[in-house]
């Protein structure tokens, strides 16, 4: 896809969703980092089911730690591989109280350096707790980077890399969400729904659905 496209592609996001935010209910970096850690292979709908009443009990690092992952277990078995996630809250909590004064870190590095935090969690952490213009690959934005021609590549840093380099800079720490919702929503994995795309013009699809499937047993 053309860079000009590109960006015709996100105007048209844009305008339907001016103000994209993340679906993860936080109220803090912390709550934040431990929501995306939690949200590994699972729903936002599922963390955000847990995470109340999991910050209700540890709405701080040190008081996180001090439940340790016993403690943490109870409130996250809804959630998919929820004993290593536990351990690795627990661990988290204690290094951010141990070597970063109970606070969150905003570079790559030191995030990295946490126990369950990878780039992709990294990258949502200081996208939109930091305002970081970065970009978090996960399977919605992979599958859209290639379907639409926006940013094809076989691995997810590769789609992250050509993501950074064809995406207008000014557009790209929102273009982060309105792809990431946009592939949730619309331009799903099995069944995209590209006769409601607003910015079906500039996809590159081959195989556009033009219209919705007829309903059994209707015409």
């Known amino acids: 896809m053309p860079r000009a496209d590109v960006r015709a592609f996100l105007e048209a996001l844009a305008r339907v969703n001016p103000a994209p935010e993340s679906e993860l209910r936080y109220a803090n970096p912390f709550e934040l980092l431990v929501a995306v850690v939690l949200s590994a292979q699972a729903t936002d709908v599922s963390v955000n089911r847990a995470t109340p009443a999991l910050f209700a009990a540890a ?44 606070e969150v870190p905003g570079d790559r590095e030191a995030l990295e350096a946490l126990p369950g935090v990878g780039r992709k969690t990294a990258n949502v952490v200081m996208n939109v707790a930091f305002g970081a213009a970065t970009m978090a690959v996960d399977t919605h934005i992979f599958r859209l980077g290639n379907r639409t021609g926006i940013a094809p590549g076989k691995t997810p840093r590769a789609v992250e890399d050509q993501l950074v380099a064809r995406v207008p800079p000014e557009m790209l720490r929102d273009a982060h ?16 729904e590209c006769w409601r795309c607003v910015a079906a013009e500039w996809c590159r699809y081959k195989d556009k659905a033009l219209a919705p499937p007829l309903t059994k047993g209707k015409p």
């Not at 016993?70 to 141990?98: H, M, S, Y």
């Not at 969400?177 to 995209?192: Q, V």
């Open 177 to 192: 969400h309105w792809l990431i919702l946009h592939g949730r929503y619309c331009c799903k994995a099995r069944a995209p």
């Open 59 to 102: 709405p701080t690092p040190q008081a996180m730690a001090a439940l340790g992952a016993a403690g943490i277990g109870p409130f996250i078995r809804t959630i998919g591989l929820w004993q290593g996630k536990a351990k690795n809250v627990a661990a988290l909590a204690r290094l951010l109280v141990e070597q970063h004064g109970g």
